[in-house]
């Protein structure tokens, strides 16, 4: 997932013992991948800057917490992911959403049909990256990000489980879900390729 | 056959799924259909790439961050840690000085016993006498109780009675030793009345215990009135009775010269 050495261990050990400065090089280590993952999972810029910010400053105050035989990188992309899920509302519309897509299946169009503004309108104005975009959006908070982990990240089920507090098998789940959803909700562009 | 579901399928793409699976989908047709379309899907999902950041992006958000973090104190020894080493120091320390102290005096003690061994007795100090002192106390009374009971068995023999005669012959030659060292001890003490009593003692086990001819009835009678006429089993009774206030008082001098 990330590349790590043991300057990072070296680090926190040397911010442990009071050197704060020494954080300084870990967040401008690991600022631009935690960036990328935030910004997959809020979909939005200034959320992702603020998402980077806060996961650093939790990992500053968890740092006593972090176990020296875990990787500095992992663990402060988990916090990274836990952040933007926050950002993003993940308990609330989660819950909701979850109930919704696993009793009724036809509640999924109309999730989609609120948040889009029409497929065919997007797809003639040749916005199909736009109408993707769109479609990962409608999904809910965890199959978003466990697709995003997945997907673009290249990360395993125990990692997306990791990072978002859930079993592996939870996590292969949200995946297959979300997947299943692109899917259906991005058919129509199948008849324009 | 039973052919693989979507799920098995999304595995595969994602290179998770197992090794039969991706058997099956080199074997059936209709399965290497139906992910060579989730594999169009999934491939066609590009998504808006992030935005780039600069380099200078990491400094960036360090900065921002930087005046809300308190340093971390460094971790000092809790007193609990710091107490348990000042213990172990002082531990240390204290076995250190016995184990010297204890080997100080084995040699201190090799090299006494090498220098009286060697033909030049030292002064003894007067401290030194203690041990032995009690050692001597122990025999001696040890001694005046067997001889205080082999007279007391003389004085109630019966002369004619070869049974009880030959008993008191054997512990007379098994006493007689035993008091040779008493006398010599009371010699040195200086104790008149112990040397004077120790002296009868030895003249009248001698002859209990060396009698040419074996103890006959005449001797035996002989002894009776020698040893009532000394008064000797008196005077062994005192003497045994004095030596509890003789521990006690050397026990206290001991003391005195500890303190």
């Given at each position: 997932m990330q590349c790590m050495g043991k300057n990072d261990h070296e680090a926190v050990r040397a911010v442990l013992g009071g050197d704060k400065e020494a954080y300084g090089a870990l967040v401008m280590r690991h600022s631009q991948s935690l960036f990328r993952v935030a910004f997959r999972i809020t979909g939005n810029e200034a959320d992702a800057e603020d998402v980077v910010q806060e996961a650093f400053l939790r990992g500053y105050q968890r740092l006593e917490s972090f176990e020296s035989r875990s990787k500095f990188g992992t663990w402060i992309y988990r916090i990274a992911v836990r952040c933007a899920l926050d950002r993003i509302g993940v308990r609330k519309a989660d819950d909701s959403s979850r109930v919704a897509d696993e009793a009724d299946p036809e509640q999924e169009q109309v999730q989609v049909a609120d948040k889009a503004a029409g497929p065919d309108r997007l797809l003639l104005s040749g916005e199909i990256g736009a109408l993707q975009d769109l479609a990962l959006r409608s999904l809910t908070a965890t199959e978003r990000t466990a697709f995003v982990l997945r997907h673009m990240e290249d990360c395993t089920g125990e990692e997306i489980g990791a990072a978002l507090g859930i079993p592996a098998n939870a996590a292969k789940q949200a995946v297959f879900r979300a997947v299943r959803k692109l899917r259906s909700r991005l058919a129509p562009l199948r008849v324009m390729r | 056959m039973k052919h693989l579901n979507e799920e098995e399928l999304i595995e595969v793409?994602?290179?998770?799924?197992?090794?039969?699976?991706?058997?099956?989908?080199?074997?059936?047709?209709?399965?290497?259909?139906?992910?060579?379309?989730?594999?169009?899907?999934?491939?066609?999902?590009?998504?808006?790439?992030?935005?780039?950041?600069?380099?200078?992006?990491?400094?960036?958000?360090?900065?921002?961050?930087?005046?809300?973090?308190?340093?971390?104190?460094?971790?000092?020894?809790?007193?609990?840690?710091?107490?348990?080493?000042?213990?172990?120091?002082?531990?240390?320390?204290?076995?250190?000085?016995?184990?010297?102290?204890?080997?100080?005096?084995?040699?201190?003690?090799?090299?006494?016993?090498?220098?009286?061994?060697?033909?030049?007795?030292?002064?003894?100090?007067?401290?030194?006498?203690?041990?032995?002192?009690?050692?001597?106390?122990?025999?001696?009374?040890?001694?005046?109780?067997?001889s205080e009971r082999l007279l007391v068995e003389l004085k109630h023999a019966d002369a004619g009675s070869e049974e009880m005669v030959s008993p008191l012959r054997d512990e007379a030659r098994s006493l007689l030793a035993a008091n040779r060292i008493c006398r010599q001890n009371a010699a040195k003490i200086d104790d008149p009345a112990l040397a004077t009593a120790l002296d009868h003692l030895d003249h009248l086990l001698g002859e209990l215990a060396n009698q040419p001819g074996g103890v006959n009835a005449a001797t035996i009678t002989r002894l009776q009135d020698e040893m009532n006429a000394d008064g000797l089993l008196f005077q062994v009774r005192v003497l045994r009775s004095r030596i509890p206030e003789q521990q006690a008082a050397k026990a206290a001098q001991s003391k005195e010269g500890e303190i």
């Open positions: - | 793409y994602y290179k998770s799924g197992t090794v039969d699976a991706g058997q099956h989908l080199e074997a059936c047709a209709e399965c290497a259909e139906a992910y060579a379309a989730l594999r169009s899907d999934l491939n066609e999902m590009k998504f808006a790439a992030p935005p780039t950041r600069s380099a200078a992006y990491g400094e960036r958000v360090w900065q921002s961050i930087a005046p809300l973090l308190p340093a971390y104190e460094a971790p000092r020894r809790s007193w609990l840690s710091a107490g348990l080493w000042r213990g172990l120091s002082y531990a240390t320390a204290c076995a250190l000085l016995v184990v010297g102290a204890f080997f100080a005096g084995s040699l201190w003690e090799h090299n006494r016993s090498k220098t009286t061994a060697g033909g030049n007795p030292p002064q003894a100090p007067e401290h030194v006498a203690p041990p032995q002192q009690r050692i001597v106390v122990v025999v001696l009374s040890d001694h005046l109780d067997r």
